[in-house]
């Protein structure tokens, strides 16, 4: 769906809770249960809180791994818990409610039975896992997919994601991460939708929903949408994971918090807290954010988990003395359950007998947890998923497999393409692919578990498919990611002399951008580096293709190349999708979701920062805002991005100028092509508010579209500005906005273009 067609958000999530929830207002009847009586879920759900013992309603409150679907993985430390022996009897005696990271139907209905036939309340297990990008078949990272700015694109990839993870008995997935990522040495940002508000907004609501699905969570098909980590992850100092968070309130409910609140009014029911603290208080142990803010501003119905031990790192933190503090303080500001520290098993019985946590807020966690189950259809249908002859058929379709390579090619973003370069024929010219990520299986990207590795396609495979006669592809690895190989410089420098096109496949392993993954210097690495000089000095023409999960600074060779396409991580057939690109079938479309800088030491660096009082405007000006080394400009701003044809832009009109308080302004540009190709352009709106009695960033997206032109033809781009769309949070921390003067700007990036003016009249 284009994002200008998505349905009001506030409808979406009211109609949600109503079907989702205990089906609405009227009370559908349950089948037969533990007291042998049908019974309306909300009445059972208090049933059953009233006849469980305190242990049991810590174990609905815990959660731990998987250790009987488990797969060896890189993405959590093991809990030191995993003995399937210690975990059923812990299921059959009420103290697990909850597993995650197992996935496979024909084990977890056996899990299940243990679960709802052999405990005393007979509660089912909610099974959940980190699908973050596809299970079997695995799509773009989501940076990468966010720069198709294509939220129909987000939608039916995590439609999909949910279609396996729901027939492999999963209930919940822990995504979509909302977190607004401006430091691009932050490893994380790779997981999100990079540094703008708008887009982050709109990518949560299309992925909350292509998680859930649009026939409410009960549906076989749909996963419980979990938006993570709130709150202000991603500005964690110096973009240094786990690090602590200093910012303003505002700066907190402009910036961080909206993409939250839009997954949840998209209806997500569940949300993960953060490992960073928040101006001193760490997001766990945060009342005002988990309670006051989230479910008595914000009306949030659903439950809250901590992140992996995040609970248990309140101690860490200095902020509670010990486990049995750090389990009081994080169930007291609101967060329901416990990711695999067994903190509330351990110590919400004696909280609870002690008076230091009231059986109330036990019993409030306890019922957001079983509420959730209920939603999911998990009473009435506790072995939902379980189905091996219904996983082997919605599991690793075509259809997926052809949804990824789409996904992939419509996230490839052309930076560069002087004299028309690409696309390189597919006959007729010799074509060396050095580089070590031109054979390279790395192209699932962090935060896969679970892919098919027997279906992952190369570069080098793609290129070859793609090619009329593969035997003038000549591919030499040169270098390995961060080390140099012996001979490697010598034998790349041979094969480019002896080709007529070199395409240089260089950047990031997905262990390089990932949690735990910060970078202080985020370039590409020295021998690929050294590699691409030494290529480069052959004089043959150069084509980059940068794997990467974040922006990078590009230096020497590489920014230099004549072509450069970032390719990111882009899944299952990424080889296929970037051979689409590269052989001129489909046209690059793709607009960057994070702003490129000059210098590492620009960070944190985004196109809609602050003017100052000293704005630079050359670098021949003294004492204004900018680095002795580099201007304040970006290398490649914040949703550029070229194709095959070639478009203009014409001045932006707006209308008579004025945009009424209470009504609205067309404003509109003509874009031309004057290419020999179609193009498929996204206009981009920006404003400024000239003066306000908060300072302003020096651009805002507020509104896109992507129109495909013709060869030759113009079309009219035409957008309705509202006074709704210019608030901004006042000093009272309220949303508002006053009359004056606004830039506006219609451009195909945020550093493109002069702008127009118009005002805002009571």
Partial sequence: MPHDATPPLGATRRRLLATALFGGAAVVAAPKFAWGQAMPHAARIEQLIAAMTIEEKAGQLNLLNDPFRFRPQSVNPTDGEGDPARVTAEIRAGRIGNLFNGVGAETGREIQRIAVEESRLKIPLLFAADIIHGLFTVFPVPLAEAASWDTDLAYRTARAAAVEGAASAIHQTYAPMVDVGRDQRWGRVVEGAGEDVLLNNLMAVARTRGFQGERGLADPQALLATPKHIAAYGAAEAGLDYNTVDI??????????????????????????????????????????????????????????????????????????????????????????????????????????????????????????????????????????????????????????ALAREAGRRSVVMLKNDEGLLPLPKSGKRIALIGPFGPSLDVFGPWTIWGDESKRVSVEQGFREAMADPSLLTVVEGSGVEDALDGGVEAAVAAARAADI????????????????????????????????????????????????????????????????????????????????????????????????????????????????????????????????????????????????????????????????????????????????????????????????????????????????????????????????????????????EPGEFDLWLAPSAEVGEPVRFRLER
Avoid: C
């Fill in 248 to 401: 303003s309130e505002a700066q907190l409910k402009e910036v961080y918090l909206p993409p939250f609140k839009a997954a949840f009014e998209a209806g997500a029911l569940s949300t993960m807290s953060a490992f960073n603290d928040i101006n001193g208080v760490p997001a766990t142990g945060n009342e005002w954010l988990l309670t006051d803010l989230l479910r008595g501003e914000w009306g949030f119905e659903g439950f809250v988990v901590s992140d992996y031990t995040s609970e248990q790192e309140l101690i860490a933190h200095g902020f509670a003395a010990d486990g049995r503090d750090a389990a009081r303080i994080a169930l007291l500001a609101g967060v329901d359950m416990s990711m695999v520290s067994g903190l509330y098993l351990e110590h919400i019985p004696d909280l609870v007998a002690s008076g230091d946590v009231p059986m109330a807020v036990v019993d409030r966690a306890v019922r957001r947890v079983l509420s959730v189950k209920a939603a999911l259809g998990l009473f009435d249908d506790p072995y939902r998923g379980t189905s091996v002859e219904r996983e082997r058929r919605e599991v690793g379709t075509a259809e997926h497999y």
């Fill in 502 to 737: 070199v395409v240089l496949a260089i950047g990031e392993s997905q262990g390089m951008s990932a949690e735990a993954q910060s970078r202080a210097d985020i370039v590409v690495p020295p021998p690929q580096q050294a590699l691409a000089e030494a290529v480069a000095a052959t004089g043959k023409p150069v084509v980059v293709l940068l794997r990467n999960g974040r922006a990078l600074e590009l230096s020497g060779a590489v920014r230099d190349a004549p072509a450069i396409l970032v390719t990111w991580f882009l899944g299952s057939e990424m080889g296929r999708s970037v051979a689409d690109i590269v052989f001129g079938d489909f046209a690059p479309d793709g607009r960057l979701p994070v702003s490129f800088p000059q210098l590492s030491g620009q960070q944190p660096f985004y196109y809609s920062r602050k003017t100052t009082g000293r704005p630079a405007s050359s670098r021949d000006e003294g004492y204004k805002a900018q680095f002795r080394e580099v201007g304040h400009d970006p290398l490649y701003p914040f949703g550029h991005g070229l194709t095959y044809g070639a478009v203009t832009y014409g001045a932006p009109s707006v209308g008579g100028g004025v945009l009424p308080w209470d009504g609205s302004l067309e404003v509109s540009v003509q874009v031309a092509n004057t290419g020999r190709r179609a193009a498929s352009e996204v206009v981009q709106l920006y404003i400024r508010d000239r003066v306000a009695t908060m300072t302003q960033p020096r651009q805002l997206l507020k509104d896109f579209k992507r129109v495909e032109i013709a060869p030759g033809a113009t079309e009219t781009l035409r957008f309705t500005l509202r006074r709704e769309q210019l608030l901004f949070v006042g000093r009272d921390l309220e949303w508002t906005v």
